[in-house]
């Protein structure tokens, strides 16, 4: 009797370590599998296992609370894709766009120029899937901004304007737009504020020619991406999504104009009127081109490397008025530094025609100043 009952005790005591070492594994297991994914042990008292939760029954994760759906939400009907068609029925480009305001009968929509440049009908989009044929109201190249109006009656939102000014690096921002055409249209990316007034140069007219200060993020941009909004946390539009760098060794730098500059525009583009631009009356050759220095027949010291150079003067022009002259190598704009054609040109067209401003120049070693009244440029 007493070899009977020592016998189920050694089964008993068996039976014990085998379930206790399976007990053991799993609890090992578990362990590892919630460090390998981020995520808490629900087990845990730790602070961390409140915002953090694991729904182990059916392996799905909630991997954080916080979200940016609620912001999403407050502009994604408000976006829409744009069609640019090359005639009736034939699509040349797709982008982005997004409702900023409505009056009475009308609603009107933010774009790049290049998204519907040379267009012969433009279409919008919207979220429900509706097409709508627009009405392109004004464009500029150099803004690269346009201003589409379309019925009140067809429109389901509109985005709050906010301000990029009061932006901070690092900032939380998001983009909603169409990334490589309709298939992924409704796109939201989201990323920080990288960079502000980013100084980007772009070709226009010709190479290089043109600056544009813009705001950086890293946030997905892709080609369709072009004219969608770049928003902040609370679902306000602080830029309008305007390019990005497309290098084999570069990722995710994308760019978009403040949102700022774009409104301080935005009356001339609704009502159609041409954007008048101030000139100088000059040909112009940057300090590095030396192939077509030695054309014009000016030889520069080797010590200067950066600047515009005077090739020509317009007659009667506010040039001809001033103490300027051909070789001259113009160094400043009214204290802000020229390098090149394109950053004279930035710097230029933020004066208006009848404005006095300061030239700093460069004349057989010695820097001179003069004045020049602006003309209205007829280009």
Same mark, same amino acid.
């Given at each position: ?8 005790? !050694?089964?008993?005591?068996? @039976?014990?370590?085998?379930?206790? =070492? ?35 029954? #059916? ?5 954080? $609370? ?21 005639? &009736? ?5 797709? /982008?982005? /766009? ?19 440049? =040379? ?13 709508? +044929?627009?009405? !392109?109201?004004? #464009? ?6 346009? @201003? ?16 990029? +000014? ?10 909603? =737009? ?54 902040? *946390?609370?679902? +306000? ?18 760019? &978009?104009?403040?949102?700022?500059? &774009?409104? #301080? ?15 100088? /009356? ?27 150079? !005077? *090739? ?40 208006? @025609? ?21 003309? $209205?440029?007829? +280009?």
């Amino acid at each position: 009797m007493q070899s009977r009952n020592n016998f189920n005790l !050694v089964i008993y005591l068996f @039976v014990a370590f085998i379930l206790g =070492g399976l007990l053991m594994y799993l609890i090992a297991i578990n362990t590892d599998v919630f460090q390998s994914i981020g995520v808490s042990n629900p087990t845990s008292n730790s602070s961390n296992s409140t915002s953090n939760t694991c729904r182990a029954c #059916s392996g799905t994760v909630i991997v954080k $609370e916080g979200s940016l759906s609620a912001s999403v939400e407050k502009a994604y009907d408000a976006v829409m894709m744009v069609r640019n068609y090359k005639n &009736a029925t034939t699509i040349q480009s797709t /982008g982005s /766009g997004f409702v900023y305001k409505t009056d009475s009968n009308y609603a009107y929509l933010m774009t790049n120029h290049h998204v519907i440049e =040379g267009a012969a009908k433009v279409t919008l989009i919207t979220s429900k899937d509706k097409e709508i +044929e627009g009405k !392109v109201l004004g #464009s500029d190249e150099y803004l690269d901004l346009a @201003v589409v109006r379309l019925n009140k009656s067809d429109i389901i939102d509109t985005v709050k304007i906010g301000t990029s +000014e009061n932006s901070k690096l690092g900032d939380i921002v998001f983009t909603i =737009g169409s990334p490589l055409g309709y298939e992924y249209r409704g796109t939201v990316t989201d990323g920080i504020l990288s960079g502000k007034d980013r100084e980007v140069t772009v070709s226009l007219a010709t190479t290089n020619d043109w600056v544009m200060k813009v705001l950086q993020t890293n946030a997905a941009v892709n080609p369709g991406n072009s004219g969608g909004p770049l928003l902040n *946390a609370s679902g +306000e539009v602080i830029g309008i999504i305007s390019l990005k760098l497309v290098e084999t060794e570069v990722e995710n730098m994308g760019f &978009a104009i403040p949102i700022e500059y &774009a409104m #301080s525009h935005i009356d001339s583009l609704e009502k159609g009127e041409a954007i008048v631009r101030p000139m100088l /009356g000059i040909s112009m050759i940057n300090a590095t081109d030396t192939y077509s220095l030695y054309r014009n027949g000016i030889m520069l010291d080797k010590n200067i490397t950066s600047g515009v150079v !005077v *090739a020509e003067i317009t007659t009667n022009s506010s040039a001809s008025k001033s103490d300027l002259k051909k070789g001259d190598v113009i160094t400043k704009l009214n204290g802000e530094e020229t390098e090149n054609i394109a950053f004279l040109r930035y710097e230029l067209y933020k004066y208006k @025609v009848g404005d006095t401003i300061t030239i700093t120049y460069l004349r057989d070693g010695k820097e001179k100043t003069t004045k020049v009244k602006l003309t $209205e440029n007829k +280009e």
